[in-house]
């Protein structure tokens, strides 16, 4: 194969490419949240009647750059055959992890106009003592974004920011009229 035709496939197999490889095709369920605005709350929920681990993934598109907070708690009767774990939570942009934790997590500026897509991992078992009761195990959490706000420098920084380039300021002068002091001794 010459180096034009390896370049050629190369580039097609570059382009005939998905724009990313999304890490989800281990969720067991998949919901469309569309677009989501700030500030606003979005509930998700799930329950479970047989023992097993399930990803449930959420997506959504921020409509403007936003910060938000994500919390999931899990829910089981004491008396109950099974019981369930919330193990954690993820965020991801394409196939890119956002933010992590157990069971719930702040994050900030997601990009308005781009998918997002939140997992969460979930382990339901048979519960340890057996009880008699057949109910359904769940986990109930919420996403609450606000509008995205850029950080404002502390009147400190700005100061210190001021300073240098006072000295900056200066040390030019100097070095300027210095030359030119220089250049009139020259001339003498």
Same mark, same amino acid.
């Given at each position: ?15 005939? =490419? ?5 890490? #989800?095709? !281990?969720?067991? @369920?998949?919901?469309?949240? *569309?677009? %989501?605005? /700030? ?11 047989? =023992? ?5 993934? #959420?997506? !959504?598109?921020? @409509?403007?750059?936003?910060? *938000?907070? %994500?919390? /999931? ?116």
């Amino acid at each position: 194969m010459n180096i034009r035709a390896l370049a050629a496939s190369l580039a097609f197999g570059l382009f005939a =490419a998905p724009a990313f490889a999304a890490p #989800f095709s !281990f969720c067991t @369920s998949t919901t469309d949240w *569309g677009t %989501i605005d /700030a500030p606003t709350a979005q509930d998700f929920a799930a329950t479970f009647n047989t =023992a097993g681990q399930y990803v449930d993934c #959420f997506t !959504f598109t921020p @409509s403007v750059d936003i910060d *938000g907070k %994500i919390h /999931a708690n899990d829910f089981d009767v004491g008396n109950n055959k099974l019981d369930i774990d919330v193990t954690h939570i993820e965020l991801y942009h394409g196939s890119t992890l956002v933010a992590s934790a157990p069971k719930n997590f702040d994050f900030g500026g997601l990009t308005p106009g781009v998918t997002y897509t939140l997992a969460l991992y979930s382990d339901v078992k048979n519960a340890t003592k057996g009880g008699p009761q057949d109910d359904l195990v769940s986990y109930k959490g919420r996403v609450e974004t606000e509008p995205h706000i850029a950080a404002v420098p502390e009147p400190g920084s700005l100061a210190l920011l001021g300073l240098g380039l006072v000295a900056v300021g200066l040390t030019v002068w100097a070095g300027r009229r210095a030359s030119g002091m220089g250049s009139a001794s020259n001339a003498a």
